[in-house]
């Protein structure tokens, strides 16, 4: 009889957290905070975009709009959108790592939150 062992082997994978979230707001716009993670034992460029539902791109303040990010580190952004005159907002907020032009690999990685606010009157 042979037996064999298998050994499973970590996965790293971008990540952000919150990836959902409610907001109440009583001003036109509000505000999220977002925390992108960088798993890998390298430094990598990250930029926080926001999209409607449907991904496409929305006006929005992002603070800092990009950062580098240590090995196994995490950095705080500030995301404040505008209402539009809407009084329900479903956005999606976006991490993207970003390729250094001097690696090989143009890989360009994504990991995306849902948030909803609503305007209080």
């Given at each position: 009889?042979?037996?064999?062992?298998?050994?499973?082997t970590?996965?790293?994978?971008?990540a952000?957290t919150?990836?959902?979230?409610?907001?109440?707001?009583?001003s036109d716009k509000?505000?999220l905070?977002?925390?992108p993670?960088?798993p890998?034992?390298?430094?990598i460029?990250?930029?926080?975009r926001?999209?409607?539902?449907?991904?496409a791109?929305?006006a929005?303040t992002?603070?800092?709009?990009?950062?580098?990010?240590?090995?196994q580190?995490?950095?705080s952004?500030?995301?404040?959108?505008p209402?539009e005159?809407?009084t329900e907002r479903?956005?999606?907020?976006?991490t993207?790592?970003?390729?250094?032009?001097d690696?090989t690999?143009?890989?360009?990685t994504?990991?995306c939150?849902?948030?909803i606010a609503?305007?209080?009157?």
């Amino acid at each position: 009889m042979v037996m064999g062992l298998t050994a499973a082997t970590p996965s790293n994978a971008q990540a952000m957290t919150p990836m959902r979230g409610e907001v109440k707001s009583f001003s036109d716009k509000f505000a999220l905070r977002v925390f992108p993670a960088n798993p890998y034992p390298h430094r990598i460029r990250v930029e926080v975009r926001v999209y409607d539902e449907t991904f496409a791109p929305i006006a929005a303040t992002v603070m800092p709009q990009a950062a580098m990010l240590a090995p196994q580190d995490n950095r705080s952004f500030m995301v404040v959108v505008p209402f539009e005159g809407q009084t329900e907002r479903r956005v999606r907020v976006c991490t993207e790592a970003v390729p250094f032009t001097d690696q090989t690999t143009r890989l360009r990685t994504q990991v995306c939150g849902r948030f909803i606010a609503y305007k209080m009157n």
